[in-house]
């Protein structure tokens, strides 16, 4: 066999340059294109979301987030499964240059405590349950007082689900939360560039503690 047959083959348009656009510049510019067309659904959630919603949220998450005193390259996490507060989380977060933890749904308690504190992580998104599963002792534990102290940086810990409970410190659903900080997006020149971080994912690490990837 020679070499030429061993290759994997390429083929594509030499005169388009390939894009150099950031993820909100990409949502930005099909919601205008694709508008009302439906882009995801979650029939769990009764959710049907279209290019123009999934916009409009994603700036109302940015918003929240934005006077909330989240910036740019600031690391906000998501422990959330399939549902459509991840799809809005994640273009909120990424379009004001916001590095997204991705965490692995089946992560114990003590393991996501460790994941938030080696990536510095300020804010995260938290589902209430995953399937059949209740993450209540992963709240209890990141929200109880002698966890907050060796966890400085995070500083709000959001609830996803109507069964969620925001009486625990520090927390909000994630309803209250874009009712108190979100609505318009406040004027700020924020230069998000295509080759910025936009996401981070942990392996398990040596010692069962988490190693970015």
Same mark, same amino acid.
């Given at each position: 066999?020679?070499?030429?047959?061993?290759?994997?083959?390429?083929?594509?348009?030499?005169?388009?340059?390939?894009?150099?656009?950031?993820l909100g510049e990409i949502i930005a510019e099909k919601a205008?294109?694709?508008?009302?067309?439906?882009?995801?659904?979650?029939?769990?959630?009764?959710?049907?979301?279209?290019?123009?919603? *999934?916009?409009?949220?994603? #700036?109302? !998450?940015?918003?929240?987030? +934005?006077?909330?005193? &989240?910036?740019?390259? @600031?690391?906000?996490?998501?422990?959330?499964g399939n549902r459509h507060e991840y799809l809005e989380v994640?273009?909120?977060?990424?379009?004001?240059?916001?590095?997204?933890?991705?965490?692995?749904?089946?992560?114990?308690?003590?393991?996501?405590?460790?994941?938030?504190?080696?990536?510095?992580?300020?804010?995260?998104?938290?589902?209430?349950?995953?399937?059949?599963?209740?993450?209540?002792?992963?709240?209890?534990? *990141?929200?109880?007082?002698? #966890?907050? !102290?060796?966890?400085?940086? +995070?500083?709000?810990? &959001?609830?996803?689900? @109507?069964?969620?409970?925001?009486?625990?410190?520090?927390?909000?659903?994630?309803?209250?939360?874009?009712?108190?900080?979100?609505?318009?997006?406040?004027?700020?020149?924020?230069?998000?560039?295509?080759?910025?971080?936009?996401?981070?994912?942990?392996?398990?690490?040596?010692?069962?503690?988490?190693?970015?990837?």
């Amino acid at each position: 066999m020679t070499r030429e047959k061993q290759l994997a083959l390429v083929r594509g348009s030499s005169s388009q340059e390939l894009w150099s656009k950031s993820l909100g510049e990409i949502i930005a510019e099909k919601a205008t294109s694709l508008g009302d067309k439906e882009l995801a659904i979650f029939p769990w959630q009764d959710v049907r979301l279209s290019y123009r919603q *999934l916009a409009e949220r994603g #700036e109302l !998450v940015a918003a929240a987030l +934005l006077r909330a005193g &989240i910036r740019h390259s @600031d690391c906000i996490g998501i422990m959330a499964g399939n549902r459509h507060e991840y799809l809005e989380v994640v273009i909120g977060a990424t379009s004001i240059g916001c590095h997204v933890l991705t965490l692995n749904t089946t992560y114990k308690p003590w393991e996501l405590r460790n994941a938030l504190q080696k990536t510095l992580c300020r804010v995260l998104f938290i589902a209430s349950t995953i399937g059949t599963r209740s993450l209540s002792e992963h709240i209890q534990l *990141l929200t109880s007082s002698s #966890e907050i !102290v060796r966890m400085p940086d +995070l500083e709000q810990t &959001i609830i996803l689900g @109507d069964n969620g409970n925001s009486s625990f410190a520090g927390s909000h659903l994630y309803d209250e939360f874009l009712a108190l900080h979100g609505e318009k997006l406040p004027d700020a020149n924020i230069p998000v560039a295509p080759n910025d971080v936009l996401s981070l994912q942990l392996t398990s690490g040596e010692n069962l503690r988490p190693s970015e990837a």
